[in-house]
């Protein structure tokens, strides 16, 4: 991907800085010669960008040539997916736009995992890509593929642009479109010949930001605050949309002066911390039996910034039998997608709840809360193992143990994320990251990077799997190049473990392509890219070994041994009725 | 708003490179059936809006289809329209 051709360097941007001020004093628009890779770098300074991640490649070394004198940090990934990622943990922990860059062709194959993963869990990302000059756009040309073909199915909106003038709408208009309404990435293709064009520039424009959101009516707020006090057994369902929205503290001060139990979605998880009173846990597919058992109670389910995702609903014709449902949500093409309400505002729900904070009614439930707290006593999350560091749910209460609330917590894709997104303490919004939507194998590590960089003064925890880190695994070397405060804890059973479980329990135990018969040594691997490695199982007081490791300053991978015939329970079978629940393993 | 079968929807758009790929992109990777399209720049107007026709056949998704249809940035506005009067009835003899 690090194809060079010889197109001349743009001239030097000093150089062609005109005069500034005119000989009366007062002082009149500059207007300055600049290339199109300089003009794109000027604006996404303006944008408030302060780290990039990307690759350079022979379609954007205008751009990293103009990239070189700005105030922005570059930070070197060592794959383009690991750059869109790194990118995206910085956005999931900021709730800021985010930049990566890639080169044409393979560059931008490469990125467009981290982006589609943008796209499915509504992560403000802008994807910027080099691709060959205009005049060889069509004829297969060297590193040449339609990025714009492959980005759009995966972006909000995305752009090929035609000239350095250009740019001066798309740049502002990409982060308008990836903060507003519903986050979401956005590409912009940027051919060669455009980086190198010069041009007059008088003024840059405005930097784009988060265009206001629809208004609310205080009829729909007060709809809604009635639909929620003739019901007899209410419960909110939470989801990223609060976390999007900021909207944590109207949905705990709502949820409580209502007296509602709420449900939490995967992507909605640390807005009720777990021991909140009125939470009920994650819902659906690994969620808690009490949780899915209030909703077989449930008369009255309020979606507050969810899109009923098929891992969280189940059997969709099965979910909550008796209920009727409400929805609030910023998407009006989620209204209606999956359920028909009874009851739908389009709108920022952290809108509709500040307007329904003023306007409601404080009510208690004793009856209904009484229901919940008895079917929460009957049918609780078992953690199995949660003593013992060895196994998986004890791994993950050991490392919670040993950090507070600051601490940012990402994971890679399998069992080892579910077992963090049931016992895992999140306590705070933008806490927890994870890839939900796409289940994006390889997240963790790059993510877990992006968090560092956005927040160096917090520990970044990854938990991983065997299988999800090797996906990813180059960026250690990035991770050692900027020092940076995160741990990798790796549950390490050898294999593909939730897809060794779904054989387990769905296709007769007929174990199928899952286990690695090269065992790969972690530690080794991280120390040999400048990673400290730790193997748990190696260590004479592992507990110490852990604290150790998690105290001292530094990225540090750190490998737990666990069983292979660990399972994440309880479990719905995909296509399943969540009150359909398994429970443990088959004899 | 009453659905006929099939649909028309009249679009006005954004005459940008890129906008049909947009729309077709977007029924293509949600499974809708698209029969029939016409394009073309809306004279008199303003120079950078276009009239887009769709006819489609998606009874049950038409709401979902409509509204995932004016998410998209560079379609300014969707209606349905009745056959009658439409593009695809004075161009049927073109397709036979």
């Known amino acids: 991907m690090n194809d060079t051709d010889t197109l001349a360097a743009p001239p030097d941007h000093k150089e062609s800085i005109a005069p500034s001020a005119s000989d009366n004093g007062v002082s009149e628009v500059q207007s300055r010669e600049l290339s199109g890779a300089q003009l794109l770098i000027e604006m996404l300074e303006r944008q408030g960008i302060c780290h990039i991640a990307g690759v350079p490649g022979g379609a954007n070394l205008p751009i990293y040539d103009a990239l070189s004198g700005s105030s922005i940090k570059h930070v070197l990934a060592r794959h383009e997916q690991g750059a869109g990622f790194i990118a995206q943990g910085m956005a999931r922990v900021t709730g800021e736009a985010q930049v990566c860059f890639a080169s044409s062709g393979p560059g931008a194959t490469n990125l467009v995992t981290a982006v589609a993963d943008a796209m499915l869990d509504s992560i403000p990302l802008v994807a910027i890509t080099g691709q060959v000059p205009q005049a060889m756009i069509g004829t297969d040309a060297f590193q040449e593929i339609d990025t714009f073909g492959l980005m759009l199915p995966i972006t909000k909106h995305n752009w090929l642009v035609h000239s350095a003038r250009e740019l001066m709408e798309v740049i502002p208009r990409a982060f308008e479109l990836a903060l507003s309404g519903r986050p979401g990435p956005v590409s912009i293709d940027i051919p060669k010949d455009v980086q190198n064009e010069l041009i007059q520039v008088d003024v840059l424009p405005q930097p784009g930001g988060r265009l206001p959101d629809p208004p609310v009516l205080d009829a729909e707020v007060d709809a809604l605050l009635a639909r929620i006090s003739a019901a007899k057994q209410p419960v909110l369902m939470i989801g990223g949309g609060i976390v999007y929205s900021g909207a944590t503290q109207e949905l705990r001060e709502f949820a409580e002066q209502l007296d509602v139990p709420a449900v939490q979605t995967f992507m909605g998880l640390g807005v009720l911390p777990a021991d909140h009173r009125l939470s009920l846990g994650m819902l659906g597919m690994h969620g808690a039996p009490f949780t899915n058992l209030v909703l077989e109670e449930c008369d009255l389910l309020v979606g507050l910034g969810v899109r009923f995702d098929d891992r969280a609903t189940g059997k969709v014709a099965a979910f909550c039998p008796q209920a009727e449902i409400v929805h609030v949500d910023i998407d009006h093409s989620e209204i209606g997608k999956v359920f028909k309400p009874v009851l739908s505002i389009t709108a920022d729900v952290g809108e509709v709840l500040r307007m329904a904070v003023e306007r409601l009614q404080p009510a208690t439930r004793p009856q209904w809360q009484s229901v919940v707290q008895g079917l929460k006593r009957d049918h609780p999350l078992q953690l199995d193992g949660h003593n013992d560091l060895f196994r998986p749910y004890g791994a993950i209460k050991a490392v919670a143990s040993l950090l507070d609330e600051r601490a940012n917590v990402t994971t890679d894709v399998g069992q080892h994320q579910m077992w963090v997104a049931q016992a895992y303490p999140m306590v705070r919004p933008r806490q927890w990251i994870s890839s939900g939507g796409l289940g994006t194998m390889g997240f963790g590590l790059p993510a877990a990077i992006g968090m560092a960089l956005a927040q160096p003064d917090r520990k970044c925890i990854c938990f991983s799997g065997d299988g999800s880190l090797m996906m990813n695994i180059q960026e250690f070397a990035t991770a050692a190049e900027h020092n940076l405060d995160l741990k990798v804890i790796i549950l390490n059973n050898n294999h593909l473990g939730l897809v060794r479980q779904q054989q387990t329990l769905f296709y007769r135990k007929n174990l199928s392509a899952v286990e690695f018969e090269q065992r790969t040594n972690f530690p080794m691997a991280a120390a040999a890219m400048g990673v400290k490695g730790v193997d748990l199982s190696e260590c004479e007081d592992p507990h110490d070994a852990l604290r150790q490791a998690l105290s001292e300053h530094g990225p540090c991978l750190i490998n737990i041994p666990i069983s292979e015939t660990e399972m994440v329970f309880p479990m719905v079978a995909p296509g399943g009725a969540n009150k359909d629940m398994i429970t443990g393993a088959p004899a | ?96």
């Open chain 2, 1 to 96: 708003m009453t659905v006929t079968d099939p649909a028309i929807l009249k679009l006005t758009v954004n005459n940008h490179p890129g906008v049909l790929s947009h729309v077709a992109g977007l029924f293509a990777r949600r499974a809708y059936n698209l029969e029939g399209v016409m394009v073309r720049p809306v004279p008199g107007g303003p120079p950078h809006l276009s009239r887009m026709w769709l006819l489609v056949n998606e009874e049950d998704r038409l709401q979902q289809l409509i509204r995932q249809t004016e998410k998209l940035v560079d379609v300014i506005s969707v209606e349905q329209h009745p056959m009658k009067g439409s593009v695809f009835e004075s161009t049927q003899q073109y397709f036979t």
